[in-house]
């Protein structure tokens, strides 16, 4: 990267986790900063997420990536489970750290913004900030960007405002936009003391459970469901949530008995089936959900825009350049993602228990084989050395 002897304006248009990261590297090479969050405050609304070595290693480039190490609770030994408590694979985190160098780490989303929030300037970062693009610039002018204050002009607008993008639409307005996966997501995350138990996932007919502990104490669990779009709970969601899960192994039952119903988020999970034909129009860059939105199953979609992020600002000046680095990537892990999904909410019980067979199989096989579906993805090296991180693998 080259700093400016004048810094440069970016836009960033979303405080998420890939906007951020953005704008914390765009900072670090000279940019002045501006991120628009449209949300009252900059608290982020989620859970938890996990984090894999590829993307550990983006956020060494920031200078993040040893802080996260320290904050994340380190995936131990786990495995995969049948509803009834069957062991159908066990996990191995050493094998996985050395394969791939570094380990896989949950944190709490707000987590993570902080840390990023923290490395850019005081009041880089406006909230109740809605955004639209007005032009998205060229060789000749900078992009325009209109905000309820009056306008912002920028030599680079970065698009991170997630799946239901509006810059995106005014981009690429022949493009279909995201479709529904055919699922539902719940998220929580809860204390549950006196409860040991090691981090799973358990797959069942057209459903899926997912518990971690976190490194504060409290306890991540995930779940989805086949249903149809817009569908909700006739009481609440944490009734659903026993309806559906209720009677699986434990500690399901007990993390549900510590669940309040405003605790639970839940989401339909939307994706964009046709990518899009570039990551960039005039001096506008899209970045995570708003470029390549992918179903949760593999754990990559934030992994995926901490990469976008720092891919990004190592191409700044050539956009055409960060949309050849991002889009084939991209487009194959999203592609992966959906595969994942389909055998996760599989329905049909004679597949189910050729999927369980294999999966067991494969795990008898050794941890060698099951990781090997990760190669190509977590163990993505960024294209530029760390700025401060040195990415030791140790805690």
Known sequence: MTQSSKPRRAVVVGGGIGGLTAAVALHQVGRQVTVLERAPSSAPVGSALSLAPNSLRALDVIGVGDEIRHLAAWQGPGGLRTPGGRRLSRSDAAAATERFGEPLVLLHRATLVDALT???PRGAVLTNAPAALVDPGGTDRPARVTTPDGELTAD????ADGIHSGIRRTLFPAHPGPVHAGFTTWRVVVPLPGVEFASHETWGRGRIWGTHPLKDGRVYAYAAAVAPAGLHAPDDERAELLRLFGDWHEPIPAVLAAVRPEDVLRHDV?????????????RVALVGDAAHAMPPNLGQGGNQAVEDAIVLAWHSD???????????????????AVRVARLNM???????????????????????????SFDGIADWRPPQRPYASVGTGKR
């Open 156 to 159: 680079l607008v970065v698009a």
């Open 318 to 336: 050539d956009l055409a350049a960060y949309t050849a680095a991002r889009l084939p990537r991209t487009t194959a892990v999203a592609r992966q």
């Open 346 to 372: 599989m329905s049909n019980r004679a597949g189910i228990a050729v999927r369980n067979a294999a999966m067991a199989a494969l795990s008898k096989a050794g941890p060698a084989l099951f990781l090997r």
């Open 118 to 120: 923290a490395r850019l």
């Open 270 to 282: 939307h994706h964009l089936a046709r990518p899009l034909p570039a990551y960039h129009r005039g």
